[in-house]
């Protein structure tokens, strides 16, 4: 079975930083572009960033470009999302995707004011 784990969240103050880490097993890393999703308290779920398989390619939304890194490590499996300078608008569970079709079960972020 394809897995995808992703943790990493936790409570910080505004200005702090938080890496989110992605597990992924069953199933190959390196053949897939992977991304992040977050959906906020009572808020529809949005993608943040992507990275694809083939030569890295990134993409940020807006509303996080400048301030969070996405990278692979393919030999662990893993995908990474390095948040620096968090806002309380930052709040949200925030998910992994892998492909089109594998979602992974989500951790929470809390950026407290």
């Known amino acids: 079975d394809v897995q995808l784990q992703a943790s990493g969240g936790g409570l910080v103050q505004t200005g702090e930083s938080l890496k989110l880490s992605c597990a992924v097993s069953?199933?190959?890393?390196?053949?897939?572009?992977i991304g992040w999703f977050r959906r906020p308290p009572g808020d529809e779920r949005e993608g943040i960033s992507s990275?694809?398989?083939?030569?890295?390619?990134?993409y940020y939304s807006d509303s996080v470009n400048g301030r969070f890194t996405i990278s692979r490590d393919n030999a662990k499996n893993t995908v990474y999302l390095q948040m620096n300078s968090l806002k309380p608008d930052d709040t949200a569970v925030y998910y992994c995707k892998l492909g089109t079709d594998y979602w992974g079960k989500g951790t929470l972020v809390t950026v407290s004011s």
């Open positions: 069953g199933i190959t890393l390196e053949d897939y572009a």
């Open positions: 990275i694809m398989n083939i030569d890295s390619t990134t």
